[in-house]
């Protein structure tokens, strides 16, 4: 569930309104059209920065259920941006720029984002990427929850610096935290 007690599953496909997104674009003609057609599919945007540091700003206050990134914008690049951004609370993010070469792409993805668009786009790239972004980021809380749910005990060997190992067991516990104990000689 998300803060105000909302999954974002049920906003993706409408059950409880528009999914929020935010937009940083620092390009004016671009950022309007991009919200014209999030806007035209249905979704609500919440806020429109001009730069990465007005996008964190934003993203902090308004706690909305997607962004879409521009990589270079002032101030604060789009990459830094993400990064801040999902540190704080993830969620899907797409990124948007005219740069497509490997690097700019794996410093993207390495800072949170679901997926990359490279400029010009269309309607039927952004609304597509947009929504499998979501709806991956909602597979991935899902599954990252069930993992947390668990209850069962994970045995680890961990190097010592004499040469041998360390037998660890981790346990969650019902507060949420972690208890590392030796693991038994039988389960070995």
Known sequence: ????????GERLFGAAGAPRVLI??????VRLDLAAILRANGFDVCAEARDGEESVELARELRPDAAVLDIRMPVLDGVEAARRIYAERPLPIVMLTAYSERQTVERAI???AFTYLVKP??????IPALRAAMARHGDLLHARRRVGAGSAAVEVEV????????????VRTTDGTTRVTLAPE???
């Open 121 to 126: 786009f269309t309607e039927t790239d952004v």
């Open 159 to 170: 190097p010592s610096r004499g040469g041998g190992t360390w037998p660890l067991r981790l």
């Open 1 to 8: 569930m998300e803060p105000d007690g909302v999954p974002i």
């Open 24 to 29: 940083a674009e620092d390009e004016p003609i």
């Open 110 to 112: 390495a800072a949170g």
């Open 186 to 188: 039988e389960g070995r």
